[in-house]
Every structure is written in C-alpha cells, then in structure tokens.
C-alpha cells in the first residue's frame, strides 16, 4: 500500500456536482488516492471530466470507466484497485467536511505506523434536508469510547435510528478484501451490505467525535426518496436477503454479545424497510416479496426469525390485514417525521 487512504467516488451522470466533492478530498494531500468510477454515464460529461481531474492530479486522482453495473460496482473497483491502507467510499453528491478530514488523516497516519493498524474508523455525518434547509448530525457519543482503541466490547446501546452508514464508516482496505465483499450490480442499497459484512472480521474500532460526512438528502429523485423506494421493492428485498445469508448472527451473539445485539438489530430494521416499503407499494407482487423475505429469514434461521419477528417496529410494520396495512404505512411516516431519517 502506497497511499494512507483511498477514496472511491462512484460518478453516474454527475458532472453537475461532482467536481465540489473532489475538492473536498483533494485538502487530503498526497497521503490519499481518489478513484472516480464512471459507472456508463452517457447523458453528460462525467466521463471526460473524470479525466480531465486524472490529468490534473495524475498522483492521486485515477478514472476508471466501466458499463453501467449500479452503485455496488463502483464501490467493487474501488476495492480491486485501491492502494491506500484504508478505504473510504464517497458519493459525487456528497463532500467530507475539510477540517475534519485533516484530523482524521493525522489520525489514520498513526494507525499507519503501528504493528496491527486499527481496522475499523468512525466518524460522525450530517444530513443535510434539501427540502427544509436543516442539518441533523448522526454522531455515537452514546455508543462508541472517544479517541480510543477499543473492541466490541466496550460498545453501549444504540438509539433507535441509530446504526453505522455507510458515510460514517472507514474500513481498513484489505479487510474488505479478506472478508470477501462484493457488492452486486444493478442493485440499489448496497451500502448495507458494504457496512455489515465486514463486522464480524474487525477487532480494533477508533471513534472521532468529528462531523466529517455530509450528506444531501430529499431530492425526489434519490434512491431513498420514499415512493423510490417503494418501486425497487425488490433491490431491497435482494440486499436484506444477501445480509440474512452473510452471518449467523445468532452464533455471533453467542460469542460476542454486544457485536451480535446490533447486528441482530440492524437485521431487523432492514426487514422492517423491506416490510413497510413493500407494503407502500402496495402490489401483489411487493406484498408477495414481502412473505418471501419473512420466510427466507424463517428457513435460513428459525431463532433469528423470532427475534426479528416479533421486535416492535416489525410488530409495527407487518399488521395484517387491509386497514393494518394503513396504519403501518401511518406510523412509519410519523416516525420518519421524528427522526428524519429519510
């Protein structure tokens, strides 16, 4: 590894804003690489700018073009190309915050000279609502030990809401080649998958309390806008699947208790995402997928399937019937309202 950090900007028609988010990274230095991932743009400059920021910073910044394979291929050649002992995924929408960022590479760079690197980094992110001009920071006081090394188990509760994104994650590199991670293509909501695979494999965590990752949402066009959401019902269904299968969580949770309580908790809110959208979509087809997932879970695990089942947000999103379906659909709005989640 010749570079501290690798950073993989998936690009997909994003020559609009793409070029704020490279500023951001470039305050990083030489101690970083960027790789901007051309995911077959066609409808604008993405790519030619792509190279045109390649031939700018031919020491950091490096353009991979390939054919549209969705956001988790992007992050896929990141992996396979980078050459930065921790890996950080950015999206072309988003920028990191450049005074946060010059702390948290000084920090990384002692991570780098130790025998056994730290594996697992994390920082805090900031939602910021297009829709109403506010902010809200996603931070883990509550959670994590603050500049220090720890394990799992030295973490505490997560509030409701609260779970690890992708934006507030930085991996070590070659753990995520070690654990396997490969995300699929043409498949929304991978980040997911890239945040819970690896967590079994981390034995060292370091928590900034720095607001690094900033984070638009509320466009009406983003993937996690809802009635978008709703329509890749099966995208999702698809990554939840692909998490079940990742873990034994419930062995997990044998032996590493605090680390197998939030995996089994981030498991259950990704089956109530996929319960209360495939209701909101409200076709046979999504409340079909909807029995297929609580099944697989069921098969692939009948004391997981029991934990999750009857936690109350499912409780709350899986009411039967025709009028059960509205209120579910009622009370996740009211939630999302409270804690703007999306």
Not at 146 to 159: L, P
Request: some cysteine.
């Amino acid at each position: 590894m010749d570079k501290l950090i690798t950073f993989a900007v998936p690009c997909y028609n994003s020559a609009d804003y793409m070029d704020h988010c490279i500023e951001t990274l470039l305050s990083a230095g030489e101690d970083a690489e960027i790789i901007l991932v051309d995911d077959g743009s066609a409808r604008d400059d993405t790519p030619a700018k792509c190279d045109e920021w390649a031939a700018k910073h031919p020491d950091i910044i490096r353009a991979i073009h390939q054919e549209n394979g969705g956001h988790g291929e992007g992050v896929n050649q990141g992996i396979r190309h980078a050459r930065g002992l921790y890996y950080k995924v950015v999206d072309s929408d988003d920028w990191l915050d450049t005074d946060a960022l010059a702390q948290v590479v000084a920090k990384l760079r002692e991570f780098a000279a130790m025998p056994a690197p730290v594996d697992l980094l994390i920082a805090n992110y900031v939602y910021e609502h297009v829709e109403d001009n506010t902010r809200k920071v996603m931070g883990y006081k509550n959670v994590f030990p603050t500049g220090q090394i720890f394990t799992w188990d030295s973490i505490r509760h997560f509030r409701t809401s609260q779970y690890l994104l992708m934006h507030s994650v930085i991996y070590r590199t070659q753990l995520l080649r070690d654990c396997g991670l490969e995300l699929p293509k043409h498949t929304f909501y991978v980040d997911n998958i890239f945040v819970y695979q690896p967590l079994p494999f981390v034995k060292t965590l370091y928590y900034m309390d720095l607001d690094l990752y900033r984070y638009f949402i509320g466009r009406a066009d983003q993937s996690v806008n809802e009635s978008v959401m709703a329509g890749r019902i099966d995208q999702q269904v698809r990554v939840t699947k692909q998490m079940i299968a990742a873990h034994d969580v419930m062995a997990i949770k044998a032996t590493q208790p605090r680390l197998g309580r939030y995996m089994l908790n981030y498991l259950s809110m990704m089956m109530s995402i996929s319960s209360i959208f495939s209701v909101i979509a409200n076709t046979p087809q999504s409340l079909g997928l909807r029995t297929e997932l609580w099944e697989y879970l069921r098969q692939k695990n009948a004391a997981l399937y029991r934990r999750c089942r009857y936690k109350a947000t499912n409780v709350g999103t899986n009411i039967p019937g025709y009028q059960g379906r509205k209120l579910s659909v009622g009370l996740y709005r009211l939630a999302r309202k409270i804690y703007k989640f999306n």
